[in-house]
């Protein structure tokens, strides 16, 4: 028999695998997983590993022999709980660990276990058929795959693409987070010149012509991008594991369901249920989801809610309260599914054990309906403070201090105590009632730290619903995360006298930083989002001197070139953004924000806007400017230099 152990820890005896190298496993299969919890817990190497067992295959645990100071004691607890729900017996081994494996399989296989890879299942034999109707069917009509894992879907999409390839001259091209996580599709598929594995990044970039564009695992991708791809191409399947450690697709096809409507309303949706690689309702499976909560879901009702301030009770929970109430556990945790696609098993674990958090949560009549988790960070010392200044040190944690320090300089922000707001979820029949910002008020009310803060993938709903709860955005990184696909924010909203005293230092500086990237190291960045934070920044009003003044009006009443009023302009567009004009729509602002201060060329503008021409766009420019610029005094001419008022 085949088996794989999963530990840290080196033996003479048997040869280890890594918890970071699980995931290169994925594709294979083994009889038995022993995998060593004596240490820690690395429940997200455990959930990838536990789906390369075989149907009739077993999991040992080697669990501590003294759990009095274990690293994750409360996630352990219920682990035990877990494991006798499930009625397993818990062993203390004396004789040598290797003597106790079973020599033989435990339950038999699933029927379809038993199968030639090459003969699909009934469930196969559909999606065979539907991968090949995006190539032969109508443009523009993308295929969703979902299941659970071990139902056989990237075999059947390899089988798929094997047919195909063997029908027609089609170039097919298969993405996936990680090569290893396509490893069983590619196998099915088999080689082929003109079949081609490209990690996301390299296909977002080069967008390189195909037949047909496969996408597995999507639920482990950005949102965005996976938008950017459905936009350019016109033969898609997009695969996804519903329950798994890489993220809960539940989560991720709720989101990516709305840009499918908007897109591409005709797409096609395909489930796979029953299990090929073992029996329906295995014991081994659900052992896991039950451990690892992959199974969690939010609970919801037929009617709408209805959400008023008077009939919401709020609590703050901790985690020996989720220890004893499991079914509150599974709600919350499925609220997270629900609202963070991208919610592990990792989270869970985290949950129950990281000091540095805490749980609030909302209620009607003792259901869940919203809940916040908020990571308590800052109140370094100076010492280290300065160290992480100097770029010498970068502890663990301190998230949003640290950036505030090490991106903006400014060391207050990890001396001072902040309460960031990781995770804040509704339930979707909840949302859009005030149920969030009620939510955020009482951690307002409860907190004793300097300021809030909060740290996410910048799009212009979450922005809007940040800066409508008062907080202020003070960094943009330079780079997508690649969580989310977005640019990743900081946000604060003060609340001692010193945390007051630091967002005015802050915005100051961030308004400043900003508005410089946008011509360098954000000059790719969506101009509607940066106009929005340009609308929002407390700099009013632009400091111009005589010669700026009159450089604007040339250029507005067509006196000059865009070249001679570029400097005047630049000074002056962010305040006057700012001053809330609303005269100028936001195609006109957009090119404001794309040709001034993002540096873009004419022909990148006009097609991105829609304008028919260069002359047109330059017309456009000068009557927004003309418009914008409406309460700009007259150019005093008798007054010379660059000296400002």
């Keep these: 028999m085949d088996v794989l152990w999963i530990s840290d820890t080196d033996s003479a005896v048997v040869k280890t695998t890594p918890y970071k190298q699980a995931l290169n496993k994925l594709g ?10 004596t240490q820690t817990l690395q429940v997200n190497a455990l959930g990838a590993i536990s789906g390369c067992i075989r149907g009739g295959g077993a999991i040992v645990f080697l669990l501590p022999e003294n759990d009095s100071h274990y690293q994750h004691s409360v996630f352990y607890q219920r682990m035990l709980r877990v494991l006798l729900d499930h009625k397993i017996s818990i062993l203390t081994v004396k004789d040598d660990v290797h003597n106790l494996l079973p020599s033989r399989q435990l339950s038999p296989k699933s029927e379809s276990n038993s199968n030639s890879a090459h003969v699909p299942t009934t469930d196969q034999a559909i999606v065979i058929e539907a991968v090949k109707k995006v190539v032969t069917g109508h443009r523009n009509r993308p295929l969703v795959l979902t299941s659970d894992r071990g139902r056989g879907k990237s075999s059947a999409i390899g089988m798929a693409i094997k047919s195909l390839l063997l029908e027609r001259p089609i170039k097919i091209i298969v993405c996936a987070p990680a090569k290893a996580m396509v490893a069983p599709l590619l196998q099915c598929a088999g080689k082929h010149q003109n079949l081609y594995y490209l990690a996301v990044d390299e296909l977002v970039k080069d967008l390189p012509d195909a037949g047909l564009v496969v996408i597995d695992e999507a639920g482990a991708i950005p949102v965005p991008l996976l938008g950017m791809l459905l936009q350019h191409y016109s033969r898609l399947v997009f695969s996804t594991t519903l329950q798994g450690y890489e993220g809960n697709g539940r989560g991720f096809a709720i989101r990516f369901n709305t840009h499918l409507n908007q897109l591409t309303p005709n797409w096609r949706a395909v489930e796979l249920n029953k299990p090929i690689r073992w029996k329906q309702n295995d014991p081994l499976e659900l052992l896991i989801d039950d451990l690892l909560l992959l199974n969690a879901q939010s609970v919801e009702s037929d009617q709408p809610l209805r959400v008023s301030v008077d009939t919401l009770d709020y609590k703050k929970l901790n985690a020996a309260d989720l220890l004893k109430d499991e079914p509150l556990l599974r709600e919350l945790f499925g609220l997270l599914v629900v609202a963070h696609y991208q919610t592990r098993p990792s989270d869970l674990l985290q949950i ?15 259901r869940l309906i919203a809940t916040a988790i908020v990571s308590h960070e800052g109140g370094l010392n100076e010492a280290l403070a300065n160290a992480i200044y100097r770029g010498e040190r970068r502890p663990k944690g301190h998230l949003v201090p640290q950036i505030l320090l090490s991106q903006m300089g400014i060391i207050k922000a990890s001396t001072l105590t902040t309460d960031r707001i990781m995770r804040i979820a509704t339930l979707p029949s909840a949302r859009r009632q005030g149920a969030a910002r009620q939510l955020l008020n009482q951690l307002k009310i409860n907190s004793q730290a300097d300021y809030l803060s909060t740290s996410f993938g910048l799009s212009q709903d979450l922005l809007t619903f940040w800066q409508a709860s008062q907080y202020s955005p003070l960094y943009v990184g330079l ?29 100051k500086s961030s308004t400043r930083n900003f508005i410089a990237q946008l011509g360098d190291g954000l000059k790719d960045f969506d101009p509607t989002l940066a106009l929005q934070l340009l609308r929002s920044s407390s700099q009013k009003n632009a400091d111009l001197c005589q010669q700026e003044i009159r450089d604007i009006k040339r250029f507005m009443k067509g ?7 570029l400097a005047a302009l630049q000074q002056w567009l962010p305040a006057a953004l700012a001053a809330g004009v609303h005269n100028i729509n936001n195609n006109e602002a957009e090119l404001l924000v794309m040709r001034i201060l993002q540096h873009h060329t004419w022909a990148h503008c006009c097609e991105r806007l829609g304008i028919a021409s260069r002359q047109r766009a330059l017309q456009q420019l000068q009557q927004t400017v003309s418009a914008l610029a409406e309460k700009l005094p007259e150019a005093d001419l008798s007054k010379e230099g660059l000296t400002r008022n």
């Design 28 to 37: 294979q299969e083994t009889d038995i997983v022993v995998f060593d919890l």
């Design 559 to 565: 006196q000059c070139g865009l070249d001679c009023a």
């Design 352 to 366: 129950l054990d990281a000091s540095h958090l805490s749980i609030h949560a909302l209620f009607i009549t003792g």
């Design 479 to 507: 780079k997508r995360e690649a969580s989310s696909g977005y640019h990743s924010a900081v946000l604060l909203r003060p609340l001692s006298k010193n945390g007051w005293a630091l967002k005015a230092a802050a915005v």
